[in-house]
């Protein structure tokens, strides 16, 4: 088969950890015998400073007429001050694609315990799955800004819960049949609402999965105490902004952690970690985050074999210790040798 994948580079060490997917999907589809054609679209600071939008029209034709998109990262102090952010592009398309599951499994590597700050008893049997609604919340309701005060609204309906609540309880059922369900119920009514509809679908729908609510300040503090409680986390868009970043710290480095964004016609894939201007241009970026978010992307379109050849692979490569300095301060691997670490495993499977 052949399959039109839209890549959005972005900013920052986008383009370095973007480099990875013509190279792995050619690689994939050698090996598979399929055809990945690969272009290429501006996104956030690139495309302000090309077109003077955060995306452009091209770009979001391109990823509607593509079978799937992956965006690497977003943003800068470029664009701190200028008048349309960055972000503004990635939150337009994820509105746009009604992309409102946002995936992001932590897939913990053993062999790397030791690169997280946390002790290796607690992280042991730690391996869950945050489920984030992505196009609702306080990240699109209406903002205000006036000479002495702002506001931003946060708001969600009936429907936006009840269908982020059946994709977290269908992954349970998948899993463990085990959900927490995360918010802040004891002060907000968009909580309240929160826990009464996964409430209700979940005792209607998914009687066999053992429901949870938990509150998100008791939640954060449970993730770096014991991890390993958790099965399938259910959360609302921001929560699950600021949860996931945490989780990250649990796998080693925010370079690991893939996700995938779906709703009920498109798919966004992209690395959870930013645009990290630090480090942006010396090539020493970690592309793990975004090859696994290629792998999600197959498993997504069906190809499950793919996938797993390619979450394989970079098992394989984080064994023989292909790692980048987020992962071994001592380590002088590049971008591109840890991609070609991946492609040569990918190559001989
Ligand atoms: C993420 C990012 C985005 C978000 C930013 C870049 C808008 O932090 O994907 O987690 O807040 O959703
Ligand atoms: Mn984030």
Known sequence: MSYKIACLPGDGIGPEVATSVKRILDAIGHQFEQQFEVSHHLIGGAAIDEFGVALPDETLSACKQADATFLAAIGGPKWDHSEIRPEQGLLKLRAELEV??????????????????LKSEILEGTDFIIVRELTGGIYFGAKSRHSDYATDECKYSVEEVERIARVAFELATERNNHLTSVDKANVLETS?????????????EFPQVALHHQLVDSCAMKLIQSPSEFDVILTENMFGDILSDEASVLAGSMGLLASSSVGSRYGLFEPIHG??????????????????????????????????????????????????????SSSDVTTQQAIEAVVSRINAS
């Open 100 to 117: 409102y599951a946002n995936i992001r499994p932590l897939t913990m590597y053993p062999q790397l315990a030791s690169a997280s700050p």
């Open 275 to 328: 645009s990290a201007p630090d480090i942006a241009g010396q090539g020493i970026a970690n592309p793990y985050a975004s090859i696994l978010s290629i792998a999600m992307m197959l498993r997504w379109l069906k190809l499950p074999k793919e996938a797993e050849s390619i979450e394989l692979a970079v098992s394989g490569a984080i064994d023989s210790g292909i790692l980048t300095k987020d992962l071994n």
């Open 192 to 204: 309240k609402l929160w826990r009464e509809v996964v409430s209700r679908i979940g005792e209607q």
